[in-house]
């Protein structure tokens, strides 16, 4: 099973400023990496796929970058909207598809 | 528009028994792989199950292997999940979620709001 491990916990950022979020897995999963946005009480929501793939909808501001095992998601300019928690995946080995432990982005 | 609604949740005795639905609509259901993911309280996102879009295939989790069964009715664009021998670990919200078209990819595209599952004496 693929480890993901995703670094900080708790990102403090305030609006307008650029956010880098970390992920790296226990193995080569190549450019297989997903990033999905949760909002409290609500269902998480894919963001970026393939690595750096944004998927529709989703502003420019998120930018996914990296292969093998490390990989960062950007979101440049912080909007109020951003705040909630970032979770990496990875869908390269699977079963199990496996998920990071998540990053919570908070205002500062 | 895609829409994913799923349904069945509720308060469930160790041991118990339930079958979650998820009502897919706004996409040609039959053609995508489809997945459970579920949710503790508090906690982070565990891929549950997926099942492919035409030749039945099923992955499921270890921790729920021989509990759980994913299984799909593509004439009523309906997904579901049955539960036996629930766990209190199995506590979650459980989502279901849109994979791609024909061949499994293992994202989730689509999440819908999800169903609570308590699993408590």
């Known amino acids: 099973e693929i480890v993901m491990t995703q670094s900080p916990a708790t990102l403090s950022v305030s609006p307008g400023e650029s956010a880098t979020l970390s992920c790296r897995a226990s193995?080569?999963?190549?450019?297989?990496l997903a990033w999905y946005q949760q909002k409290p009480g609500q269902a998480p929501r894919l963001l970026i796929y393939g690595e750096s793939t944004r998927a529709t909808g989703i502003p420019a501001r998120f930018s996914g970058s990296g292969s093998g095992t490390e990989f960062t998601l950007t979101i440049s300019s912080v909007q109020s909207e951003d705040f909630a928690v970032y979770y990496c995946?990875?869908?390269?080995?699977?079963?199990?598809?496996?998920f990071g432990q998540g990053t919570r982005l908070e205002i500062k | 528009e895609v829409q994913l609604v799923e349904s069945g949740g509720g308060l469930v005795k160790p041991g118990g028994s339930l079958r979650l639905s998820c009502a897919a609509s706004?996409?040609?259901?039959?053609?995508?792989?489809m997945s459970w993911v579920r949710q503790a309280p508090g906690k982070g996102l565990e891929w549950v199950s997926t099942i492919s879009s035409n030749d039945g295939k099923t992955y499921h989790a270890d921790s729920v292997k021989g509990r759980f069964t994913i299984s799909r009715d593509n004439s009523k664009n309906t997904l579901y999940l049955q539960m036996k021998s629930l766990r209190a670990e199995d506590t979650a919200v459980y989502y279901c979620a849109k994979d791609s078209p024909w061949t499994l990819s293992g994202l989730c595209f689509s999440w819908g709001p999800g169903t609570l599952v308590t699993v408590s004496s």
């Open positions: 706004g996409f040609t259901f039959s053609t995508y792989g």
């Open positions: 995946q990875q869908y390269k080995h699977w079963p199990p598809i496996t």
């Open positions: 193995q080569s999963i190549s450019s297989y």
